[in-house]
Structures are given as structure tokens and as C-alpha cells.
């Protein structure tokens, strides 16, 4: 069954790093989205990606992060220069048609120290 | 602004027993609702998708209804099994959804259930 892929599982950051997490999307879907969990609270949403464009972002989503579709299979979230506040779980998820069924990965928890 | 409630927060039950989960949600124009289930330091699994033209979706055990006026939404599992031991996700997309993927969904907090052997 297809699934979204996402890489690393953990990665651990000092803060201030530039880190880059990655995603592999349902090979036939055409919309893709970032979704992050701090630890304890709610799924937030942080931004959808559509035709190689953003098509809609959260407040969450400052000037800090930033996505990209190098290639035409993966997908992937930066942030320039990690803060403590942003360790959480990041989420990656796709969907393919009218339905908007959307599929997550397993995430990648990211811990900022 | 979309604000989405799960009740109860947990849930502590013996196996067999048939429950409910509840989700409301304050703004009723959404194109859909999915519920899905997150395993401890796991990723979301889509269980069911409703429509806001729907009234229900069944998928086994699972059985999901949609009150699209009043705003709500309820999970019923028939014959719990410990398997069933999870938190469960309600999350709404709002109705200017166009089929261009823009929209994010909006979660609750989610339910934790614990299914006692």
C-alpha cells in the first residue's frame, strides 16, 4: 500500500542550525502538506504545496521555514536557524484527488537543544 | 476562527465494550471531516473521511457520523479490543476547500483510549 515516507525519524539540533527535513509523498498525489506536534498539544497546520507553489500558510509559518519540491518525488521543510521552541514532531502528508483525503507520514521528531 | 473539541479527553474501558467519541466543531461550513488514530510517538492514520454532504462512513468496527449543523461528529467502535489502544484525531477542512489542495485541517486534541484486557 503506498505510504509517505519521511527521513530522519529523530534528529537532534543545536540551536541557531539550519536544519532539512524530507518527505516522499504518495507518488500520484499533487498536494502536499506540513503539519508539526508539540509535544502534548494539537496537530497544527503550517503549510500546502501545490503546482510547485505555496498555495496557503499558517501564522506558524514565518519567515523562518521554507518548502521546496527539489525533484519529482521528494518534498521537503527547512528552517534556517532552529529556536528551542521549535522541537516537535513535524509531519508530512499528502493528498491526490477532490476527496482531500490526507495521508501523514510516521514524522520526524525534531529536539533543538 | 475553527475550533475543534474532543470529549472525553480519555478513556479507560474493558474489553468488548462498544464506545463513543465525541468531536465538535464551532464553525459548521467544512467540506470534510477525517478521523484518524495516532499511536504513541506514531504517525496519524486516516480511519475515516465523511463528506459534508454525508451522514455517516462505516469501515469495520468503525463507525463515524456527521451532524453538519449542529457540528459534531461521533466515532463509535463496536467490540473494543486492545488493540484499539490509541489516541484518536478528529480534524475538520473548511468548506472553501476548491480541490486545489490549499487548505489545512484543523485537529482536536484528540482522545486516549485504553482498551483493559
Known amino acids: 500500500e503506498p505510504e509517505v515516507t519521511q527521513t530522519p525519524s529523530h534528529q537532534v539540533t543545536q540551536m541557531g542550525q539550519e536544519v532539512i527535513l524530507r518527505c516522499v509523498p504518495i507518488?500520484?498525489?499533487?498536494?502536499f502538506y506540513w503539519y508539526r506536534q508539540i509535544l502534548g498539544q494539537k496537530v497544527e497546520f503550517l503549510v500546502s504545496?501545490?503546482?510547485?507553489?505555496?498555495?496557503?500558510k499558517s501564522e506558524i509559518f514565518d519567515d523562518q521555514f521554507s518548502v521546496e519540491r527539489p525533484d519529482g518525488s521528494n518534498f521537503t521543510l527547512k528552517i534556517r536557524s532552529t529556536k528551542l521552541e521549535d522541537s516537535a514532531m513535524y509531519f508530512c502528508a499528502s493528498g491526490g484527488t477532490e476527496v482531500a483525503e490526507a495521508f501523514f507520514g510516521q514524522g520526524t521528531r525534531l529536539t533543538v537543544v | 476562527k475553527q475550533e475543534v473539541t474532543q470529549i472525553p479527553a480519555a478513556l479507560s474501558v474493558p474489553e468488548g465494550e462498544n464506545l463513543v467519541l465525541n468531536c465538535s466543531f464551532t464553525?459548521?461550513?467544512?467540506?470534510?471531516l477525517q478521523w484518524f488514530r495516532q499511536d504513541p510517538g506514531k504517525g496519524l492514520t486516516s480511519l475515516l473521511l465523511?463528506?459534508?454532504?454525508?451522514r455517516e462512513q462505516t469501515s469495520g468496527r468503525l463507525n463515524a457520523s456527521l451532524d453538519k449543523s449542529s457540528g459534531r461528529s461521533t466515532l463509535y467502535i463496536a467490540a473494543s479490543q486492545p488493540g484499539d489502544s490509541a489516541t484518536y484525531l478528529c480534524?475538520?477542512?473548511?468548506?472553501?476547500?476548491?480541490?486545489?489542495?490549499?487548505?489545512?485541517?484543523?485537529f482536536g486534541k484528540g482522545t486516549h483510549l485504553i482498551i483493559q484486557p
Open positions: 507518488s500520484n498525489h499533487l498536494y
Open positions: 504545496f501545490y503546482n510547485n507553489e505555496i498555495s496557503e
Open positions: 465523511i463528506q459534508s454532504s454525508q
Open positions: 464553525d459548521s461550513a467544512i467540506y470534510n
Open positions: 480534524a475538520v477542512r473548511p468548506s472553501w476547500y476548491s480541490g486545489g489542495g490549499a487548505d489545512g485541517l484543523t
